[in-house]
């Protein structure tokens, strides 16, 4: 089975402008969620999806949203880009969420100058 | 919400000697402990989790240990080889993972 799969792998933005992530979920999962990695404040959870619904939400302001299509991919969106969301962005999919086994894609590099 | 301690933040041990990396949680309502595994340039991976109906599981020379009374968990690694360097998350989960701030092991030669 093909693991977790995100694109594009890097990025650089400019401040102010806005990205779109992609994420790819292992066949047969529905839950998708996202994490933010930087070396300051480590993993944080973003949000999660499931069945193309906004399941759960972390601390993040609205900049950050998300969506959930049909066949269970995933994309998040950042829009007025700043210096501070520079980081690694992953998803991880699992079968339905809720304590279950999470399985991490390798990333997305977003670098904002 | 939760909240998940880790330590040590760095870790070097000799090839073969153990490793072991804690961790505390705070909310009573996690039943969930993961273990990740992440190398350079990769996502984080999964390597041993364990629920909150047992107390110890153990895959080969890694092993786990949850104390629900005190809400802490363990990561005893046996028998460490160069590979096994890399940085090690744990998490706590209800509905959410919520991750701990990671320990970078060295394993010298």
């Known amino acids: 089975k093909a693991g977790v799969t995100q694109t594009p792998r890097y990025l650089i933005k400019t401040r102010g402008q806005q990205v779109t992530l992609s994420c790819s979920p292992i066949s047969g999962h529905r839950s998708v969620s996202w994490y933010q990695q930087t070396p300051g404040q480590g993993l944080q959870f973003l949000f999660e999806?499931?069945?193309?619904?906004?399941?759960n939400k972390g601390n993040f302001p609205g900049r950050f949203s998300g969506r959930q299509f049909s066949n269970s991919r995933s994309e998040m969106n950042v829009s007025t880009l700043e210096l501070g969301d520079s980081a690694l962005y992953l998803c991880?999919?699992?079968?339905?969420?809720?304590?279950?086994?999470?399985?991490f894609g390798p990333g997305t590099r977003l670098l904002v100058l | 919400g939760e909240n998940v301690e880790q330590h040590p933040s760095t870790l070097s041990v000799q090839e073969g000697d153990s490793a072991v990396i804690k961790c505390t949680y705070s909310?009573?309502?996690?039943?969930?402990f993961p273990w990740y595994k992440q190398e350079l340039g990769k996502g984080p991976q999964l390597i041993i989790d364990?629920?909150?109906?047992?107390g110890e599981k153990k895959d080969q020379r890694i092993a786990v240990t949850l104390n629900k009374t005190a809400k802490h968990f363990s990561l005893h690694i046996t028998e460490t080889q160069p590979e096994d360097s890399a940085v090690y998350f744990c998490?706590?989960?209800?509905?959410?993972?919520?991750f701990g701030t990671g320990t970078q092991l060295k394993v010298e030669l």
């Open positions: 999806y499931f069945s193309e619904t906004q399941r």
């Open positions: 991880a999919s699992s079968l339905s969420g809720h304590g279950e086994t999470q399985y």
């Open positions: 909310d009573s309502a996690s039943n969930y």
């Open positions: 364990i629920r909150s109906n047992v």
């Open positions: 998490a706590a989960s209800m509905d959410k993972l919520t």
